[in-house]
């Protein structure tokens, strides 16, 4: 499966705001995949927050601007099964009743894909090179998971990582209670829910806890800090990237004090520049 | 309450965005009833021989904490009833169903049984029972009400055993209805003038199901209490079945 | 009962705060979930029985009106009576009126969220009228004077000793001095004393799990076997259950039963499955002398030809409550009315009002799980999503969501501005967060910092880092805009 492809990046408005490290770690794997990756600068946000809280204009709206931005590449790529599954599964939905666009968002979601699962299931990745000495489980993300399918991909290409040895985690199909606007609407809940989940990971020993969707990880990571957990919160693309080593976990400073190696250029403080040019491409096994 | 019928069947009507259905549909649906065509059946248990049939039934039956004792014939039932009641030290007396089915059962050979023919009532501790089928998917016995069959027998009493012919295996819950369908009663009476309620005669119809018909898979149980599963809540706590592994299969 | 689903918020954080309903629900929530896919691992047909469970449910409500005429034709043919209830004041008359004719005094009843829903207890009672639960759970509840939490396990909130205590303090002709200490005792004692009672009914009360056209019977699936003592004890047997409840044969019921106790309990089958057709035959020994079925109405048939019909394939399995995640915080109680968990979320808005249940599908984080697990496929999230919708429509959220909403939509729609925000945002709290890596306050946020710490972004977003790339080697951002 070595065509060239031309990729589109969806960033996902959370990668974009919070980490962005996320976003070029998509890039790099991408590339290395043998795609060319451009990113269409009039993206926003996929619209899922409008979506489910009912304000359908709001939602085709936006909608409409994604289905013209992302329109001629040969795929659209997102890190985060929520947003891939927002385009691909609900924008047809959102113009049932319109032909035209439904057409436009029909083949839109025929080209657009959550990252991991395209790596392996169409451009037939089944291994990475990089090294990560880790005890690591790894969180089901819901819209991935139930509306994409996504479950072995993540696990068959983290098998390869060097050095990684993946736990299963009990209940790693059940929600951590990020929900989008459901962790501000119903914080209590969201709030057990993710305290199981903590538990859960805990149980298992392991030293990280890896899933590709940065809501589920944000939530998690948040949690984790708050408990004072030891345990690192990646987003899998940094993992299979081979980046853990330019960017801290989530919800962790940099290594040593901000007072060190002060990087204004990359913005960075403290971090190695993440978002320099890729390495060289992979062969596929 | 005619209103109230016209009222909500005018409502679905509306709903759906139509008026009645035309003639032609009705038959159709009528026909759709009438066809009872089966769905998916299970592999499970269609695809074996009697013989294979029969240890599905009695594995699953098992799986569910009824007991089971194969027996050669009839003969051998009042033998199996006494060893039952004595291992499980039950006391020596049961009501048995009044079905013709069972009057060959020769109980002189076991004298200190107490037999008495006839429904449960409270006092009843053993039952005994024929029943219409026994279906493999589940181990699940299928009993209906009658004269000889009193349904009573099957939930008053504590323990519950029934007979059951190797031949009257079937291996799914659709075999057992054709079994219902093929009871029909032989002299339909008149049915009942509208507005009557339950005149006991008017259930004679031919082909009508009888008043009830019992899959009984199992022991009663309840979880209610802390998940934790207890045999005998309402129902009996023992269900027993004398399995009699005669050669010929049942009729219908 | 009256609805308290307005205070959904408030009844979810009362359940999260109860530790004898949390050690409740810890129980639960990986047992039934365990148990089923036990039991669906072993029917390799299970997947397609699903299919077909769906297209049997979406034939007979397309054809709804046909199916229930033939159903009270057979049930009539065969001596029983149908009375059509287009709420629940038309249902509870009813059966009054039923069991008035009967002279009755005691009434024992079977579980049923139908009569639940119409509050027909405390209607009997008003009336002079003994309802007895028979169900264990539905006992135990009714000793305590609260309403069911789950719609198939309804004391499935109390551990042993909150029923050993309703036990005590009811059953006072016992020795004071027994032991209650396991639910062996337990069960032993409700057996002992609700005998008696199933014995002295007048009228027995059934649900029905569903109701064949072909042969005018009703279908209950119940592993006790109290819903059978309920039915052939007394002189009169009433079945209270919903329009939606209709099958057309014999072999459609199968395929359903095939569905229903493995999705719910995961058994093979449920002790007891038991047909009724009339009241008893001539010659027979037992069984009730007056069959009635009420079908009610009290909002289904509105939910026809709609975006919400798909709800009305509902076979009230639980499968959908006992995989929620939210569910199993907070318990059935929370949601403040007969039908708790997704089922709930979607039913109860439309037989109570959005104006009262609103909050029932907006908590929700539309993880999926109800639909994967539902056996015959409703999407439970894409109706809560509806009911969402309806809610924006009618203004129904706190105003400060939405304007907050529409206003963040406003920028989605103008990327550069949106891209200048997100900018200055991430370089603002990447500063800020910059020593620990996250923040343990934030104004604005205390709904997740007052549980989570938010870790902090890296400082830049990534479109102006891209951007800053694309310049570095020599590719205009322009190119792809």
């Known amino acids: 499966m070595s065509e060239p492809a031309r990729v589109a990046l969806l960033v996902t408005c959370l990668v974009d705001l919070f980490r962005p490290s996320v976003g070029f770690a998509a890039v790099k794997l991408l590339e290395q995949a043998g795609c060319t990756v451009e990113v269409p600068r009039a993206q926003t946000c996929c619209g899922q927050p409008a979506y489910n809280s009912g304000d359908r204009a709001d939602a085709r709206a936006i909608a409409r601007q994604i289905i013209a931005a992302f329109a001629g590449y040969d795929y659209v790529v997102a890190p985060s099964g929520s947003c891939a599954g927002m385009v691909k599964l609900h924008y047809p939905e959102l113009f049932a009743d319109e032909p035209t666009t439904l057409a436009k968002a029909q083949e839109l979601a025929s080209r657009t894909h959550e990252l991991v699962s395209f790596l392996v299931d169409v451009r037939g990745l089944d291994r990475v090179t990089a090294q990560w000495p880790r005890r690591a489980t790894y969180h089901d993300g819901c819209s991935g998971l139930r509306e994409l399918g996504v479950k072995q991909q993540p696990r068959a290409l983290l098998a390869s990582v060097d050095g990684l040895t993946l736990t299963e985690l009990p209940g790693a199909e059940v929600c951590c209670g990020f929900g989008g606007t459901f962790c501000i609407k119903y914080p209590e809940i969201s709030d057990k829910m993710v305290t199981d989940k903590a538990a859960d990971i805990a149980a298992t020993g392991a030293d990280a806890v890896l899933a590709g969707d940065l809501g589920c990880l944000l939530n998690i990571a948040g949690k984790l800090s708050r408990r004072g957990s030891n345990v690192e919160v990646r987003h899998i693309a940094e993992v299979l990237a081979d980046m853990t080593a330019d960017v801290p976990p989530i919800g962790r400073p940099a290594a040593g004090a901000p007072s060190t190696r002060h990087s204004r250029e990359s913005g960075n403080p403290g971090t190695r520049d993440f978002a320099a040019s890729p390495g060289p491409p992979l062969s596929r096994g | 309450m005619s209103a109230a019928r016209d009222d909500i069947l005018g409502g679905i009507r509306r709903a759906l965005w139509r008026g009645s259905l035309p003639p032609d549909k009705t038959a159709e649906l009528t026909g759709r009833i009438a066809a009872h065509r089966r769905n998916l059946v299970p592999a499970r248990a269609a695809a074996l021989d009697p013989a294979a049939r029969a240890d599905l039934f009695v594995a699953m039956a098992e799986e569910v904490q009824t007991s089971v004792a194969r027996v050669a014939s009839d003969a051998d039932i009042p033998a199996e009833v006494a060893r039952y009641l004595a291992a499980e030290n039950l006391p020596a007396e049961l009501v048995v169903a009044p079905d013709p089915g069972l009057d060959a059962i020769p109980w002189e050979l076991r004298p200190l049984l107490q037999i008495h023919r006839g429904r449960a009532e409270a006092q009843d501790a053993v039952s005994l029972t024929p029943c219409l089928a026994g279906i493999a998917e589940t181990g699940t016995l299928m009993l209906a009400s009658g004269a000889g069959t009193p349904t009573t027998l099957n939930f008053l009493p504590d323990t519950h055993i029934v007979v059951l012919h190797a031949g009257q295996i079937v291996a799914s819950y659709e075999d057992g209805w054709d079994l219902l369908r093929a009871r029909a009663s032989p002299t339909p009476a008149p049915p009942p003038r509208a507005g009557e309620g339950g005149s006991p005669q008017s259930g004679d119809r031919v082909g009508a199901l009888p008043r009830t018909v019992n899959l009984i898979t199992g022991p009663s149980r309840t979880g209610d209490i802390e998940q934790r599963i207890q045999l005998g809540a309402h129902g009996p706590r023992r269900l027993h079945i004398v399995l009699v592994d005669d050669a010929p299969p049942a009729k219908g | ?481």
């Open chain 3, 1 to 481: 009962m009256q609805p308290t689903s307005h205070s959904f918020p408030a009844n979810a954080r009362a359940g999260l705060a109860d530790p004898v309903l949390q050690t409740a629900l810890g129980l639960a929530r990986t047992g039934f979930p365990q148990r089923r896919q036990e039991a669906i691992a072993r029917l390799p047909e299970f997947e397609e029985l699903r299919d077909e469970g769906r297209a049997i449910k979406d034939h007979v409500l397309a054809y709804l009106d046909f199916y229930l005429e033939r159903y009270e034709q057979n049930v009539t043919a065969s001596g029983g009576r149908v009375h059509w209830a287009r709420n629940a004041e038309e249902a509870r008359a009813a059966i009054l009126d039923i069991c008035r004719a009967a002279n009755a005094t005691i009434v024992t009843k079977g579980k049923s969220m139908v009569a639940e829903e119409i509050a027909l207890n405390d209607h009997l009672e008003a009336n002079g009228i003994t309802p007895v639960e028979t169900d264990l759970g539905e006992y135990i509840i009714q000793l305590r004077h609260e309403p069911p939490s789950h719609i198939i396990a309804p004391a499935i909130h109390l551990m042993k000793e909150q029923v050993a205590d309703a036990f005590r303090a009811a059953h006072t002709e016992l020795d004071p001095a027994r032991t209650l200490t396991d639910p062996r005792a337990l069960c032993d004692e409700a057996r002992t004393v609700l005998r008696p009672r199933f014995l002295a009914a007048d009228v027995g009360i059934t649900g029905a799990n569903f109701l064949v056209a072909e042969t005018g019977s009703s279908i209950i699936v119940t592993n006790e076997g109290n819903g059978d003592l309920t039915q052939i004890l007394p002189r009169v047997h009433i079945v209270i259950t919903g329009i939606e409840k209709i099958v057309p044969t014999l072999e459609d019921a199968a395929t359903l039963l095939r569905l229903l106790a493995r999705s719910a309990t995961g058994q093979e089958f449920s002790s007891y499955t038991t047909l009724s057709t009339g009241p008893r035959r001539a010659g027979d020994l037992d069984g009730p002398e007056e069959y009635h079925v009420v079908l009610l109405d009290n909002g289904r048939s509105a939910l026809l030809g709609g975006e919400f019909q798909d709800m009305l394939r509902c076979l009230r399995c639980a499968a959908c409550l006992n995989h929620c995640p939210v569910y199993a915080a907070v318990g059935g109680h929370a949601y403040g009315w007969v039908y708790p968990g997704p089922m709930g979320a979607v039913l109860t808005p439309a037989l109570v009002g959005v104006h009262e249940a609103g909050h029932l599908p907006n908590a929700s984080t539309f993880c999926g799980r109800c639909e994967s697990v539902c056996p015959v496929k409703i999407p439970l999230p894409k109706i809560m999503r509806h009911w969402r919708e309806r809610e924006f429509a009618q203004r129904l959220s706190p105003p400060v969501y939405r304007t907050g909403l529409r206003l963040w939509a406003w920028v989605a729609r103008q990327p550069p501005l949106y891209h200048a925000l997100a900018g200055i945002a991430s370089r603002v709290l990447g500063w800020a967060g910059l020593y620990r890596g996250r923040f343990r306050s934030l104004p604005l946020a205390q709904g997740w910092t007052a549980v989570r710490d938010l870790p902090a972004p890296q400082g830049r977003s990534f479109h102006s880092l891209w951007a800053e790339q694309q310049r570095r080697i020599g590719k205009s951002p322009r190119a792809q805009s």
